[in-house]
């Protein structure tokens, strides 16, 4: 049982409102339910994004990348391997998906479920409360896949892993066969482009560009082993960066574009891929206007361009197993750290840019 019967929590009450202090009783569990004492919830421009938009809710627990130690569970749980779960253990966990519709038991693809939570963004009046990771503790539903945190990799890292990482993962994936030959192109040098490229780079390409800003995370990039590096601050001509990556090709374009930066970078980043090329589009932030693509770029420019959203279990899992590896520089993301009661700076710090990733520590 866990120590306290009560919960410390951020609350958003109103669309743009910087997240206050709060407390709630701890739900009951319903059957196969746990509950997490978070050890560390992340940020990301999801969470900003969120508390500026007003298709929700209010109010609610901001934060959807958490890990968190099991203090209370009611029954058996197993993790994504079929170990059981018990109390002690250092878990992050999925959205839970319903199994059942359309989405989750036909077409296989679970994340475009309809009926799953989204935690960081669920109202907190609704049973079972406790869904978000801004909170000393959170609730994780039966449905949830639940993945060990192995003991290398910090609670900060394994929180950001629940997010960028995973949806990266399930992005690959989606994406197939990577040839030895290939050339990538990241756009983005915020946590999910770097996430991305030191992806590329393990996956095998033989050449990975970025393409971001500012100065400071372009630099994370080239130490991070980008073979080359572009800054659009200082290239701030969209046909100069698309130029830039003809000659980085020897004409052809990548053979593969990744968007880690928003919409607004779509149409830019079509222009770098190679004829017969694939574009994965992860990053969803920024505008929702139209883009314009031609039809000869669908046909006789032969693109193949793959969406992503989210991750399964498995991704959240391989997210971890690539933490773990070790072999990229990774706690360089985690840029902040802040108690529970200092929520509101770091929001404000993610929204300044100030901070990479910024991460919520409510049980120090
Ligand atoms: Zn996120
Ligand atoms: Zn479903």
Known sequence: MPATKNAKIALVTGVGKTPEISHMELPKLEPNAMLAEIQAATLCGTDIHLL???????????????????????????????????IGDRVIWAYPFCGECFYCAVANQPTMCPNALRFGREPVAVYPHLLGGCATHQYVPPRSAVIRVPAGVSSELAASASCALRTIMHGFERLGRVPGHGIAVIQGTGPVGLYALAVAKSRGFKKVLAVGAPASRVAVAKDWGADATLNIDETPVRADRVKWVMDQTGGIGADVVIQCAGSAAVSEGIDMVRAGGRYLSIGEGGTDKDIAITPRAMSVKMLNIIGVRSGAGRHFYEALQFLKDGKFPFKDLISGTYALD???????????????????????
Not at 59 to 78: A, L, N, Q, T
């Open 342 to 364: 200092k929520v509101a700076d770091a929001f404000d710090g993610m929204k300044s840019m100030r901070e990479v990733k910024a991460a919520i520590l409510p049980n120090s």
């Open 52 to 86: 500026h938009s007003a298709a929700k809710a209010m109010p609610y627990i901001p934060g959807h990348e958490s890990c968190g130690i099991i203090v209370e569970k009611s029954g058996d749980r197993f993790d994504v391997t079929g170990e059981p779960l018990e």
